[in-house]
């Protein structure tokens, strides 16, 4: 288990606070990498000794790598060429594509040569794109010179292979310098595919089935890093699986320097892909995309749906908040769990739906599944009436996410309290709190980058509040809405997005869309033990292992001690 410091989950109280090391930028501060790694010894040192033919059961996967050249840097191929040749599984081969000048050429050739009298039959020196893979059934990466493998590197994801059927495999990476310096581990979600369309989370650690590739053509551009984000969208839009190896296996060169504006081109070519009505644009300073709607976006109508009793000091904002919501096509409905005659009185006069639903005491399920009779539309907003509108956008942002395919069953918002600071930005669960959910992100600033973008990137999670989510009416009649017996109020909208992932649907994180939220002042804080029993009888097996954060940051101690 990896013990890094306090990356997504809020801190426990110590008299002597320690610093936040994500509050400093979205990577893991050297220091505190290097104090994992010496945890963890790993690059060019493990296994060795311990490898005992294991791999000979599974020679039958073979790799394939094409490693593009650009430049004479001697240093950085040798490097690169080394990582493999001294790989514990034998059954690879490279393709060195050069794009040099005779002279240069002549250089390399010599260099290859040598490799070839040691290693026959590895190498293989072209100068043009190849039109056809030069082998069937092998798996393939796109490397530069200074990528290294890790020894064990092939045999992990051989053995991966040969127990799963994948058409890409990626794992997590790191980046290193010419001194052999890691830095920047980039420690990833499982597969999430509105993530890889805002953000891309993968990088350059993955490997594709050779079909796949025949299928969405070679690249034919030598700059690897001009074709490795297009080429993930591409190839993710017609594999069947994608399988996530948690574990830093790649060492990415720091010459792969990123210019942020080159995302914009692969994601607005899948968008059009896609046949999806938006315009790319950068979030900010940031290699995040935010995705436009153009006018041709059709709005559906939808409905917003507030419970509420009495409160008049939070309904009040929360309702005239919604004045500034762009998105046109929505009507509201407002479930009166017995307010007094003041608050009737209002709500008589507010321009909404009404629907009086009493209960002997607050059974938030009850009343929305009881509601559901009085609603007219396929798409419907939970909205606590304890949140109030901060952007005019905001459903448009998240009927945004939900239009961009077809299995995504809930979008959740990000919420703020009133200072500013991050409310919810996500669900995910403790498991050394026996798979307690909790909020990413909890106190964080709200324009904080969070680690690798995540409080700033479009993503997938396996749950959201339901103070602010979007659902459509037919996917809640599928799943049967709300449990009233099991979930009456606390952890309902976990046991919804948990059915709805059961279903096969996704669940959807936006940060475009904003509101603010005074947590609880509608009824206080509840007990929220017995329902965790309920959650822990069924779904223990996810709360204990979240696909969507990565098990890097599953710590016996939430800030570095």
């Known amino acids: 288990m990896i013990n890094l410091p306090h990356i ?81 599984y ?115 650690a993955v490997f594709y089935e050779s079909s796949l590739i025949q299928t969405v053509g070679i690249p034919t551009k030598s700059n690897v890093e001009e074709l490795t984000y297009d080429l993930l969208l591409r190839a993710s839009e017609h594999a069947k ?19 942020i504006e080159s995302i914009l081109q692969p994601i607005q070519k899948a968008i059009n892909r896609r046949h999806l009505p938006f315009e790319v644009e950068l979030h900010g300073n940031r290699p995040v995309a935010h995705l436009i709607p153009k006018s041709s976006f059709h709005a559906p109508p939808v409905t917003i749906i507030i419970p509420t009793k009495d409160n008049m000091d939070v309904l009040r904002p929360c309702l005239e908040s919604l004045k500034r919501t762009e998105y046109r096509n ?33 059974n938030y399920s009850l009343i929305h599944n009881k509601a559901m009779n009085n609603v007219q539309t396929e798409h419907m907003v939970f909205l606590n009436n304890d949140t109030e509108i901060l952007d005019g956008s905001w459903l448009t942002e998240l009927m945004m996410a939900m239009s961009l395919d077809s299995t995504i069953g809930a979008v959740g918002a990000k919420l ?32 904080e980058d969070g680690y690798a973008y995540t409080n700033q990137t479009l993503r997938n999670y396996n749950a959201v509040t339901a103070a602010c989510l979007l659902t459509r009416m037919s996917f809640y009649k599928k799943v049967g809405g709300f449990d009233e017996q099991q ?32 947590e609880a002042a509608s009824r206080g804080a509840g007990n929220y033990y017995p329902f965790l029993k309920h959650l822990q009888s069924r779904w223990n097996s996810i709360l204990q292992n979240d696909p969507y954060v990565s098990p890097a940051f599953t710590t016996k101690s939430y800030v570095l001690s």
């Not at 050297?30 to 040192?45: E, T, V």
């Not at 699986?241 to 990123?258: C, E, G, M, V, Y």
């Open 90 to 204: 034998p059954n690879w081969k490279c393709v060195i594509l050069m794009n040099l000048s005779s002279n240069e050429c002549e250089s390399i050739n010599h260099l290859i040569s040598t490799y070839n009298k040691e290693f026959p039959n590895k190498l293989t020196v072209i100068t043009q794109p190849p039109k056809e893979i030069l082998e069937e059934d092998a798996f393939i990466s796109f490397m530069v010179p200074g990528d290294i493998l890790e020894l064990s590197a092939l045999e992990k994801i051989a053995s991966l292979k040969d127990s799963k059927s994948a058409d890409i495999i990626y794992t997590d990476h790191d980046v290193i310098d010419d001194c052999l310096e890691q830095t920047k581990p980039q420690f990833k979600p499982d597969w999430s595919p509105e993530l890889l369309l805002s953000h891309n989370y993968i990088g350059p």
């Open 487 to 518: 979930f009456p109020v606390d952890y309902s909208d976990v046991y919804y997005c948990l059915k709805l992932r059961e279903f096969g649907y996704r669940i959807v994180w936006t940060p475009h869309a904003r509101l603010l939220h005074h």
């Open 416 to 447: 703020l309290y009133p200072n500013g600071a991050i409310q919810h930005a996500g669900v995910s669960f403790d498991p050394i709190r026996d798979g307690t959910p909790f909020h990413l992100h909890y106190a964080l600033g709200e324009k």
């Open 241 to 259: 699986t994608i399988i996530h190896l948690p574990d830093i296996l790649f060492h990415a060169s720091h010459q792969r320097l990123q210019n």
């Open 8 to 88: 997504f989950r809020k801190p426990k109280r110590h008299k002597r606070a320690l610093p936040d090391p994500l509050k400093q930028g979205h990577d893991i501060p050297n220091h505190l990498y290097l104090r994992y790694l010496n945890r963890h010894p790993k690059l060019f040192s493990e296994y060795k000794e311990s490898l005992v033919c294991a791999y000979r059961k599974i020679l039958n996967t073979k790799f394939l790598f094409f490693l593009s050249i650009d430049s004479l840097d001697d240093i950085s191929i040798c490097r690169t060429l080394n990582s493999l040749t001294q790989q514990s």
């Open 330 to 362: 929505f009507t509201v409905l407002i479930i009166d769990n017995g307010s007094n005659e003041h608050t009737r009185s209002y709500l008589n006069q507010y321009p909404a739906d009404v629907v009086r639903i009493e209960t002997p005491d607050f």
